[in-house]
Nanobody
């Protein structure tokens, strides 16, 4: 069964780090753009970062640029989001998503074929 599982969230003090994982099951992400989004109650889902499997290009929201790094491990069929220098405003449920041959539609329109279940990240000061 096709499945996208995101994990790695938790409770962390401001300035700390977390690494989120997005593991694909039932398909390989080589032909997909993989992105991370986040959402808090009452707000629209926000783009965080995306990676294009075709050429490895990456995109980051201005709010996380310089602090977050997205990467992939094809052998494990997993994409990671390393989050450093975390701030309380980073608190949200983080979701990974996969869009086949569609980094632009994923990044611009938040269109994806698969979504993870979400993992909670809470940053306290």
């Amino acid at each position: 069964e096709v499945q996208l599982v995101d994990s790695g969230g938790g409770l962390v003090q401001a300035g700390g780090s977390l690494r989120l994982s997005c593991a694909a099951s039932g398909f390989t992400f080589d032909d997909y753009a993989i992105g991370w989004f986040r959402q808090v109650p009452g707000k629209w889902r926000e783009r965080v970062s995306c990676i294009n499997s075709d050429d490895g290009s990456t995109y980051y929201a201005d709010s996380v640029k310089g602090r977050f790094t997205i990467s992939s491990d094809s052998a494990k069929n997993t994409v990671y989001l390393q989050m450093n220098s975390l701030k309380p405003e980073d608190t949200a449920v983080y979701y990974c998503a996969a869009a086949r041959f569609g980094l632009l539609r994923l990044w611009v329109r938040s269109e994806a074929e698969y979504w993870g279940q979400g993992t909670q990240v809470t940053v306290y000061s």
